[in-house]
């Protein structure tokens, strides 16, 4: 089946700090990819919506100048936490839509701890 | 807006009983996917199930079934002879088919089963 990575599978750093998270699918081309929030005991929550070639659309109350996705390839999406701050600290999920029935694919994850 | 509704925040079973999990969803759209993940204590989500709007049909895969139910907008997960391995979190998701939100999926709180030997 389809795979979809996450580097780093965790990360730490300290407040004030940028993080990058990558999110890549290896077997397949992928035009949309999406990024979720998850904090400890809750539900995932949509952040953005990331198209290839185009503007990520984030939902409401995501600070895109903090959240910042890039989706320069068919296969690579990244999001950067900006100047991260202790609340940032989550799992970071992200999916990509591809393969022969455009079905949604879920990265591993990245967890983030910010000091 | 969608909506996606886990009524059961914890459910506690022993080994070898039969558990049903609950999902109730909103939507505007006539057509949709609802979907099933299980989530271990890795974190790693595990698709589970996909069902289109249309299919109305209730499936069996193993040890799991799902009950998919339009008129009550139900798509139940039903677990037979749990074993300690199901323990995990699990979540019930919506999403629209087509345009450009396909795929944008919609979760639910989670359902944490703990199967105790």
């Known amino acids: 089946g389809a795979v979809v990575s996450q580097h780093p599978s965790r990360v730490i750093c300290k407040s004030g700090t940028s993080v990058k998270i990558e999110c890549r699918s290896l077997?397949?081309?992928?035009?949309?990819m999406f990024w979720y929030r998850q904090f400890p005991k809750q539900s995932l929550m949509l952040m953005a919506t990331s198209n290839e070639g185009s503007k990520a659309t984030y939902e409401q109350g995501v600070e895109k100048d903090k959240f910042l996705i890039n989706h320069a390839s068919l296969t690579l999406s990244t999001l950067t936490v900006t100047s991260a701050h202790p609340e940032d600290s989550s799992f970071y999920i992200c999916?990509?839509?591809?393969?022969?029935?455009?079905?949604?694919?879920f990265g591993p994850g990245t967890r983030l701890t910010v000091l | 807006a969608q909506k996606v509704t886990q009524a059961q925040t914890e459910i506690s079973v022993v080994e070898k009983e039969d558990v049903t999990l609950d999902c109730v969803y909103e939507?505007?759209?006539?057509?949709?996917?609802l979907f099933w993940y299980k989530q271990p204590p890795s974190g790693e989500l595990v698709f589970l199930i996909r069902r289109n709007s249309f299919d109305e049909q209730n499936e069996i895969s193993g040890r799991y079934s799902w009950n998919f139910q339009k008129s009550t907008s139900s798509f139940n997960f039903t677990i037979t002879a749990s074993q300690v391995v199901d323990s995990a979190v699990y979540f019930c998701a919506l999403s629209e088919e087509y345009n450009t939100n396909a795929g944008k999926s919609t979760f639910g709180d989670g359902t944490t089963l703990t199967v105790k030997p």
């Open positions: 939507t505007r759209d006539t057509t949709y996917y």
């Open positions: 999916s990509a839509m591809g393969g022969r029935y455009n079905e949604q694919f």
């Open positions: 077997d397949f081309q992928a035009t949309t």
